[in-house]
């Protein structure tokens, strides 16, 4: 299994960001898929997640209005979309896949996790 995250890098605040995470191993459409994060001296934190359809999403509360989850299930693909960052979303950015509901995998239930991608946001 891997989930390999790319996407990352150095933007100023108020700038965007697309984060991609392609998926290998395992039925994809099958899986329920998100994103983590976790700044320096933080634990990890739930960002946003996405149905096995591409249907409803879900969002944390620093996230929503701001950041867009999408999947592409024949490109085994799932994307998170961000705009208006601020330096406070720097951090290191995980997707992760929950053969499940997406309340077991915003709690980190997860199944599978990838290696992170770094987002720096500079003020």
């Known amino acids: 299994v891997q989930l390999q995250a790319s996407g990352g890098g150095l933007v100023q605040a108020g700038g965007s960001l697309r984060l991609s995470c392609a998926a290998s191993g395992f039925t994809f459409s099958t899986y329920v898929m998100g994103w983590f994060r976790q700044a320096p001296g933080k634990e990890r934190e739930f960002v946003a997640a996405v149905r096995r359809s591409a249907g409803r999403t879900y969002y944390s509360d620093s996230a929503k209005g701001r950041f867009t989850i999408s999947r592409d299930n024949a490109k085994n693909t799932v994307y998170l979309q961000m705009n208006s960052l601020n330096p406070e979303d720097t951090a290191l950015y995980y997707c992760?896949?929950?053969?499940?509901?997406?309340?077991?995998?915003?709690?980190?239930?997860?199944?599978?996790w990838g290696k992170g991608t770094q987002v720096t946001v500079s003020s």
């Open positions: 992760a896949a929950k053969l499940g509901v997406v309340e077991d995998l915003a709690l980190g239930g997860v199944d599978y």
